[in-house]
DNA sequence: ACGGTTATGGCAAATGATTTGCAATTGTGA
DNA sequence: TCACAATTGCAAATCATTTGCCATAACCGT
């Protein structure tokens, strides 16, 4: 894929350009792909987002974003999830629930979670992730490439802790 | 089989007691539960497993332990594996994939692990496991309590990387 | 701005996985 | 051996994910 340098004051698609909207609609455009209003409104709700999204959320968070409107179908964030997980712009997060949840993936901020298994309350993990170090230790070891991986704590948190003993 | 003291033994899954078929019987009968053909078969096969099993596999295992005769239903292996997470003697497994995995847990030997996200090939790793003793900080820290994790590294393989190359 | 090309989105139906109801069966303790 | 409750097979229900189809709308070049 050509690669036009055009105007080279901003907005290489490759670099570590900060997750922000116009750079994600740079990169998608750059993919051939289009900028619609739904992918907008997904994307911003994404950006927003202060923990994993499910379909749903999503949904109803876009419709939010975009100050009213349609919500975009059910099929269409669906697609789009699957669309930015290929390009590795989003991944799934494992929350023990049926149904998938997503999150932006900037490869300098990943995070792992905390989840209280009872009530669902998600908290990110603050600080650097504990096992990131090991990944290329265990690539080299296994004769793996693109190493990645998931971690998470479930739990009680302190109020089903409470309700639980009672 | 040498059954030294399986007495004295009708309380939790702390009791370090090996993980045998005779120990998860007595556990099972000591809550009212009843050891059948099907679960000693399931339990067998999830004993010998040297990974997590879907619902099939554990359905054909289970018929190889008991040699032969009708496998277990598909809603009975389903209702057990249910059951044994219920009682955290199993597991699932967070595998990447649409359907469920599972696996013993033996709170001494608990494994983390690593999939090769084209194959599918699972790789139990050795060791230490990375990040249990950071449970207990996570559980000071944010007021929760009976904390776990899930830890998986995922990646291509090297035939996988391999074939991705050419 | 206009029009052709083609990615996209809505809708509904297909697929896939999990979960449940119910009657027949079977394990267990008495 | 009996009575009773737990268990199981089978089929159907539920829940989540995925796809086909065609009308629509984004983007490019004029
Ligand atoms: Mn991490
Ligand atoms: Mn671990
Ligand atoms: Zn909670
Ligand atoms: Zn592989």
Redesign the pocket.
């Known amino acids: 894929m050509p690669r036009s340098h055009s105007h080279h004051s901003h907005s290489h698609a490759e670099d570590a350009e900060p997750f922000t909207l116009d750079g994600l609609a740079e990169l998608l455009?750059s993919k051939?792909?289009?900028?619609?209003?739904?992918?907008r409104a997904i994307l911003q709700a994404l950006l927003k987002a202060k923990k994993p999204l499910g379909?749903e959320e999503i949904q109803t968070e876009a419709v939010r974003q975009s100050k009213g409107g349609?919500p975009?179908?059910?099929?269409?964030v669906?697609?789009?999830m699957?669309l930015l997980e290929e390009l590795k712009i989003a991944r799934k997060v494992n929350l023990g629930r049926?149904?998938?949840y997503f999150e932006l993936v900037d490869s300098r901020h990943h995070r792992d979670h905390l989840v209280c298994t009872d009530c669902g309350t998600v908290t990110p993990l603050e600080g650097n992730c504990p096992v990131e170090s090991l990944e290329r230790q265990i690539a080299r070891k296994h004769g793996y490439t693109q190493v990645t991986h998931s971690l998470e704590f479930f739990g009680l948190c302190g109020d089903c802790s409470t309700d639980a003993a009672s």
């Open positions: 455009r051939g792909l289009r900028m619609t209003g739904n992918r379909l349609e975009p179908d059910f099929a269409t669906f697609r789009m699957a049926a149904s998938s």
